[in-house]
């Protein structure tokens, strides 16, 4: 008998509803700290060909799932396929990371055309079609895109691990310039994640990676609109559909993105403290988070004692165990496996552990 979404764990706690055991995923859970994936890897000539290779994709995907039961499948693809499916120059350099032909002007911004986006993005498509099919019935599937401000950052600066001065240079001395680009970004994501919803995502997450470069001002209107636009897309095209956000390093400011974006569910960081977190957002959304992906790579009893800190801290209302980053590839995968094994052992996991 199939599993309804609605009776899902991971559904079930963005709906609101307060678990005894939370569910949890890992922020980059397929990845290379695998090395069932990197072997799977080797099989492309370069990553947004991974990312186009559905029958790769859907493996990768598929591989975290028979080690560690999560409750969440996140498709495997990347967030500068939009930019690349608009007709920017988008390539990965091992060792450097994506490198963009940069953006920087609105007549470049004009050049740019969303008419064949559809039909580039169509193996992410049935990338998300197969999984729907294949992950397990009680697992829920997520379908994701880089938030408007974040792949606009990719876009203008021309890659990343910059200090954003372009682009926020280009968002100060020129906003009604810079909106052409951040409108053309709200619409085509918005237009991404409906169409991932049509083919079988269950849930939404939009990631902000970049925001805790913004000051308050700019996060109201490069962060916090653009999600409410998409959110409000989605909302009204596939009712229902949960949506989390990730406005990464924006401390308190997740309080104002989680009431005025309209989200279900908010993803944090490590910084973010577990009493603010329990006596501020909660009572708002669902949580999401937030142990520090390096502890993940120290293990050991430092590691046990966080993620039972985090279980006691946010089990009492909506939760979903996460990182406060994705995993690193330096990760070792059996500490992925004792973060799923306290998990799943909740709430006896905790004896004994303080």
């Known amino acids: 008998m199939t599993i309804p979404s609605h009776s899902k764990r991971m559904i079930r706690a963005l709906k609101g509803e307060v678990l005894e055991r939370p569910p949890f995923w890992l922020m ?15 099989q492309s000539k370069n990553f947004l060909d991974f990312c186009y290779s559905p029958d790769l994709a859907v493996e990768v995907t598929l591989q975290p799932l028979r080690r560690y039961q999560m409750d969440a499948a996140i498709m495997f693809c990347d967030i500068l396929v939009i930019p690349d499916a608009l007709g920017q120059a988008v390539q990965f350099i091992e060792g450097e990371g994506p490198v963009l032909d940069p953006v920087r002007t ?6 740019l055309s969303p008419d064949r986006m559809h039909e580039h993005l169509a193996p992410v498509y049935e990338t998300i079609s197969r999984l729907a099919q294949e992950i ?22 021309g890659r990343g691990g910059t200090q954003c001065e372009r682009v926020l240079q280009w ?4 906003p009604d310039d810079f909106q052409v680009l951040m409108d053309l970004l709200v619409d085509t994501t918005a237009d991404y994640l409906i ?7 269950e849930i939404i997450q939009l990631f902000d990676s970049w925001a805790g470069v913004l000051n308050d001002e700019q996060f109201r209107r490069w962060s916090i609109e653009p999600t409410r636009k998409i959110v409000d897309r989605l909302k009204e095209h596939c009712p229902g559909i949960p949506v989390i956000g990730f406005p990464r390093n924006v401390g308190i400011r997740a309080e104002a993105f989680v009431t005025e974006t309209g989200v279900d569910g908010v ?3 490590q910084d973010t403290p577990l009493d603010w977190i329990a006596n501020t957002l909660q009572p708002l959304c669902t949580v999401q988070g937030n142990l520090d992906n390096q ?3 120290t293990g050991g009893d430092e590691l046990d004692r966080e993620i039972i800190k985090i279980l006691k801290a946010l089990s009492g209302g909506p939760f979903i165990f996460n990182l406060g980053h994705g995993v690193l590839p330096q990760t070792p995968p059996e500490h992925v496996g004792r973060v799923a094994e306290l998990i799943l052992g909740w709430p006896e996991s905790s004896g004994g552990i303080g």
């Open 295 to 297: 502890i993940l790579i």
């Open 267 to 269: 993803s944090l960081d």
């Open 195 to 201: 169409r991932q919803v049509e083919h079988g995502a």
């Open 136 to 157: 397990p019935e009680e697992t829920a599937l997520i379908g994701f895109a880089g938030s408007p401000w974040t792949v606009a950052v990719y876009m203008v600066e």
């Open 171 to 174: 968002a100060n001395d020129a």
């Open 28 to 42: 980059r859970q397929a990845g290379r700290y695998l090395p069932e994936y990197r072997e799977v890897r080797k």
């Open 106 to 111: 609105v007549d470049e911004v004009r050049r």
